[in-house]
Structure formats: C-alpha cells, structure tokens
C-alpha cells in the first residue's frame, strides 16, 4: 500500500477487555516496529519483528501484551485484560530493510475507562 | 541504555524567527540521529537525519548537525512559518534496530 495502516483509529475498552490492533506496513517492508506513545511523551519501543521472526520484545511492559506477524506480512498487537495504564497511541512503523527509514502509520488510539 | 535529551516545550516563536531546539543523547557505539516531526492530526514522518559524526542532515529550510564530542543534535531553522508548528521529536537508532525517542517538542508559530 501507499504507506503504514493501522486499524482501528481509536478504540474504547472497557477495564478487563481484550483488544486487538493491527497493522498493515508497507508492501515488502521487512522491518517492523510497534511503539506505545502516552500523552505528552514521546514513543516508547514495544517490539521489533523481522519478516515474521519478533527480534526483540523488550519494550513489552507485561505479559498482558502480546505481538504476532504470523506471515511476514500483517501484524496484530493483542493487549489482554485492559487497564487504565494502558490508555495510549499505539505506533506501528515498518522499513524496507535494515538501517532503512521507518515509516510511521497514523496509530490506535486506545482508551481503557 | 540510550536515552535522548530535548528541551521542553512548548516553544512559541513569530513567524521569521530563528529556531533552534535541543537535542542531546546518550547510546554505546554510533547511533544514528534522527528528527521526526508531528503535525496535528497525523502520523510521525521522519525531519531528517545523520549517520555519522559531522554529518549534517537538511530538509525543509530544517538542519541539524551529528555532534559527537558533544553527544548533541540540535535542530536549527532560520527563518519559522505558521505551518511549521508541530511536534518535533529527536530519536537514534541503535544496530539492533531499535529507535529511542524524546519527549517531544511543541512549536508554535504566530503570525
């Protein structure tokens, strides 16, 4: 596609939820990132995939969060049980290749009450 | 770990004014430099960049310098219009992919 889409824009979830965003990068993107941006802050790194391999998952604040690309392609970021402190943009970018430049999709804005 | 410095904001200039926002860092090895910039209601594009010490990254009238012995990136335009006003975040890469960034800097511009 013409650039990084993320599904849904915004997302209300009630406190205990599942929800599910995803992402579509770049056609033939290899790299791809998820970071979560709270008001006011900067983003802060969540996971990194690699074609369908997920590189590092550092940034992941709990095991409520979790991240798949099952096919190199698509990637769905999964938060179970929402909490309050999960209420953020959620980033997803995609690059070419490695040392390449990201591109940043408009995000989720995801609201826990 | 890395981590990137940059002044708070939010900084409000006339139109024609000099800008300039700091921008410093911390990292292990050598990290490219990065300014992205937010415009209201969209998503994050990427400003301009460096990749190594000395390296002076441009685009739109925007430049900034990879200053190594001052672990610094500061991001200078002579001359601000209204439609700069945005957010401006500074960010490096490390090897491993992974982009740190600040927490942003609000521009707004008068007229």
């Known amino acids: 596609g013409a650039g990084v889409s993320q599904s849904p824009r915004y997302k209300v979830a009630k406190r205990g939820q599942d929800v599910a965003l995803r992402c579509d990068p770049i056609?033939?993107?290899?790299?791809l990132f998820w970071y979560q941006q709270a008001l006011g802050q900067g983003p802060e790194f969540l996971t990194y995939?690699?074609?369908?391999?997920?590189?590092?998952k550092s940034g992941l604040p709990s095991d409520r969060f979790f991240a798949e690309r099952p096919e190199g392609s698509v990637s769905t970021l999964k938060i179970q049980r929402t909490q309050q402190e999960d209420s953020a943009v959620y980033l997803c970018?995609?690059?070419?290749?490695?040392?390449?430049?990201?591109?940043f999709g408009q995000g989720t804005r995801l609201t826990v009450v | 770990g890395n981590s990137v410095t940059q002044m708070e904001g939010p900084v409000t200039l006339s139109e024609e004014a000099f800008l300039t926002i700091n921008c410093t860092y911390t990292?292990?090895?050598?990290?490219?430099l990065f300014w992205y910039v937010q415009y209201p209601g969209e998503g994050l594009q990427l400003l301009l960049k460096?990749?190594?010490?000395?390296d002076k990254g441009s685009n739109k009238g925007f430049e900034a310098t990879y200053r190594k012995e001052t672990t610094s990136f500061h991001l200078e335009k002579g001359s601000v219009q209204v439609s700069d006003s945005a957010v401006y975040f500074c960010?490096?890469?490390?090897?491993?992919?992974?982009?740190?960034f600040g927490i942003g800097t609000k521009l707004q511009v008068i007229p």
């Open positions: 460096a990749t190594k010490a000395d």
């Open positions: 960010a490096l890469s490390d090897p491993a992919q992974k982009v740190t």
């Open positions: 970018a995609s690059s070419r290749r490695a040392n390449t430049e990201a591109f």
């Open positions: 995939f690699q074609n369908e391999a997920q590189l590092d």
């Open positions: 990292a292990t090895g050598y990290p490219s």
């Open positions: 056609s033939g993107h290899v790299s």
